[in-house]
């Protein structure tokens, strides 16, 4: 038996993906041993990941503020927005330093065999933000069975509208 601490932190490692109890011991025995300067950043990323990180109001990614940088941001091409699930993804996207126009995130694709619908994801707000000067939506979602699914649902919804949609 371990003391109940140390116990406590096992537990709360083992919530996270793929960790199981030997690893969740391990990072536990790997935090004992780190500098007290460590685990105070480690307390305060903690502390302040429900109150310091927002879903931006217009495009659903992850941002410090009400609404994010990149939307924030003049210099970028508004007339193109690329569509993409989740806010890991606006973060590749921007590491290529290819794309300078706006994202839109899903938080999520559809899914049947999860019972995700598309009301359950940021679809709606997408369709509030195809203004006049917006050419092109660019859907980049994973070529999974429920990234093609949600591609196909998007495509099909924003037929209407005068946009170019690309895939
Ligand atoms: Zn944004």
């Excluded at 096992?10 to 790997?30: I, M, N």
């Excluded at 941002?63 to 590749?92: F, H, L, M």
């Excluded at 995700?116 to 940021?122: A, V």
């Amino acid at each position: 038996m371990y003391p109940k601490v140390f116990e406590s932190l096992v537990e709360s490692f083992r919530k996270l993906p793929g960790v199981g109890l030997k690893t969740a011991e391990r990072y536990t025995f790997q935090v004992i041993e780190w500098s007290d300067e460590n685990i105070e950043q480690f307390i305060e990323g903690l502390s302040n990941i429900k109150t310091g990180i927002h879903r931006c109001e217009v495009c659903g990614n992850l941002s410090e503020k009400e609404i994010c940088e990149i939307c924030t941001d003049q210099s970028r091409d508004s007339s193109t927005i690329c569509v993409v699930q989740s806010p890991k993804d606006v973060i590749a996207m921007e590491k290529t330093k290819e794309y300078d126009g706006l994202y839109h995130v899903l938080n999520g694709v559809i899914s049947t065999s999860k019972g995700i619908l598309p009301e359950d994801i940021n679809i709606s707000s997408l369709l509030n933000r195809i203004v006049e000067n917006t050419k092109e939506i660019i859907i980049a979602t994973n070529p999974t069975v429920e990234g093609e699914t949600t591609a196909l649902y998007l495509s099909r919804l924003l037929e209407p509208y005068h946009v170019n949609v690309t895939r």
